[in-house]
């Protein structure tokens, strides 16, 4: 089964930055669609930030977008995300997940099987 490690996460003022890695197992990983969820406390999961397969377009929730960038590396398996100007409101637990299948779909997002990491806590607070 593929496995995945997320770290990374800390507590952080609001302004400040953090950097997420993510590093997965298994083979053909640049195959594969990959990216990054999170769950605030009484939310609902919500999708931060993916890259697809083959293609490797990258997407970004509106929440994020032009303070979170996403960034893969497809020779050690990791996928990044540095996170800058960080608001209370990205307080969560954030989660790695690569999809268990190759996607032609433009979209990252999609629900579909995936295979999760354990997740890490970012906390933005003064």
């Known amino acids: 089964e593929v496995q995945l490690q997320a770290s990374g996460g800390g507590l952080v003022q609001p302004g400040g930055s953090l950097r997420l890695s993510c590093v997965a197992s298994g083979s053909a990983f640049g195959a594969y669609g990959i990216g990054w969820f999170r769950q605030a406390p009484g939310k609902e999961r919500e999708g931060v930030s993916c890259?697809?397969?083959?293609?490797?377009?990258?997407y970004y929730a509106d929440s994020v977008k032009g303070r979170f960038t996403l960034s893969r590396d497809n020779v050690k398996n990791t996928v990044h995300l540095q996170m800058n100007s960080l608001k209370p409101e990205d307080t969560a637990v954030y989660y790695c997940?690569?999809?268990?299948?190759?996607?032609?779909?433009?979209?990252?997002?999609?629900?579909?099987?995936?295979?999760w990491g354990q997740g890490t806590l970012v906390t933005v607070s003064s």
């Open positions: 997940a690569r999809d268990a299948l190759v996607y032609g779909g433009s979209s990252c997002f999609t629900n579909r099987r995936r295979y």
């Open positions: 890259i697809t397969g083959r293609s490797g377009n990258i």
